[in-house]
């Protein structure tokens, strides 16, 4: 099956070529040379211009985004709108804001293209394990991309499916995404407290690799922690300072939308928050309270 894929980096670089392994034919554009280049040293096609790749396609055509969400994705849409034709199809891999894929779903379905979001996990190691895939949009559209889905997925019939209509693969990612905070918070929590038992002199990475087999914490997850901690037992050189993608923030805010107590997730948010304040004002003023209130003594800087 022939695919346009839009965004050549790290992700769409790799997505792409999965499906030459698989056999498919793809025409890669990205505004990055190097990235175009890349890609055709595996045996891809190349466009320098979303007007050359969409020429390159025999119709229907299928092209796939691999951008970033916000005004990339707004922008590639709305530049891509008027080059396709009825029966095409736009398929987002990336990590859009459900309600922004409902909206774009409608404008493009008013002349006849397909919207299918697909909440895409598996990282860096998809090239390899192969990913984890949610997808939303019209049934018979997404069975004639089954092939695509097949290719990319670890395993034909395992690790993607369609969820629901456009916008339901997105929110599905969305909520996978905050699920993720909260494990992830769980883990560092957890081995943070293993950490300060200084008598014990606990390894970490002994005791990761212990859980990693029979236990029922064990997860993909905690392989990758146990790799991290193999590799430097002690965290040096890493800064204590967690990004967020955004994914966790509208989980947190469809959750309260929705009246669905979600306190894991909410705190794990607040705790990637919290860990980007190095001169934390807060703190201080608690400090400066329970010296007013008790006389506890204040630890200078």
């Not at 922008?75 to 891509?80: I, W």
């Not at 459900?98 to 409608?106: H, L, N, S």
């Not at 997105?170 to 081995?191: D, S």
């Not at 705790?271 to 304040?277: G, K, N, T, V």
């Amino acid at each position: 099956m022939d695919i346009g894929m839009i965004g050549l980096g790290r992700m769409g670089g790799n997505m792409a070529q999965r499906l030459l392994q698989q056999g498919h034919r793809v025409i890669g554009f990205d505004p990055n040379e190097s990235a175009r280049r890349a890609l055709a040293d595996h045996g891809a096609g190349t466009a320098t211009s979303l007007e050359e790749l969409v020429s390159q396609l025999p119709a229907p055509r299928a092209l796939w985004l691999m951008v970033p969400a916000g005004d990339i994705t707004e922008q590639t849409v709305a530049r891509l709108q008027p080059l396709l034709a009825a029966g095409d199809t736009v398929i987002d891999g990336g990590n859009a804001f459900y309600k922004d894929t409902v909206r774009r779903a409608e404008a493009l379905a008013a002349q006849g293209v397909h919207m299918v979001d697909c909440g895409t996990s598996g990282g860096v190691w998809g090239l390899t394990e192969g990913y984890s895939m949610m997808v939303g949009g019209d049934a018979d559209v997404v069975e004639r991309l089954r092939p695509v889905f097949e290719a990319l997925a670890p395993a034909a019939g395992k690790g993607w499916g369609r969820v629901g209509p456009a916008g339901a693969g997105h929110f599905t990612k969305m909520v996978h995404n905050g699920i993720e905070y909260g494990l992830m918070q769980a883990y560092a929590e957890g081995f943070s407290i293993l950490q300060h038992k200084r008598e014990f002199a606990l390894d970490l990475h002994q005791v990761a690799e212990i859980w990693r087999t029979g236990s029922v914490v064990r997860s993909w997850l905690l392989d990758l922690t146990a790799d991290a901690l193999g590799k430097n037992p002690s965290m040096e050189g890493i800064a204590p300072f967690v990004a967020d993608s955004g994914e966790g923030r509208w989980t947190v805010a469809e959750a309260i939308d929705l009246n669905v107590a979600a306190p894991v997730i909410s705190m794990s948010l607040l705790e990637r928050l919290r860990s980007r304040d190095a001169d934390s004002f807060s703190d201080k003023l608690l400090a400066a309270m329970r010296n007013q209130f008790g006389g506890h003594a204040i630890k200078p800087e």
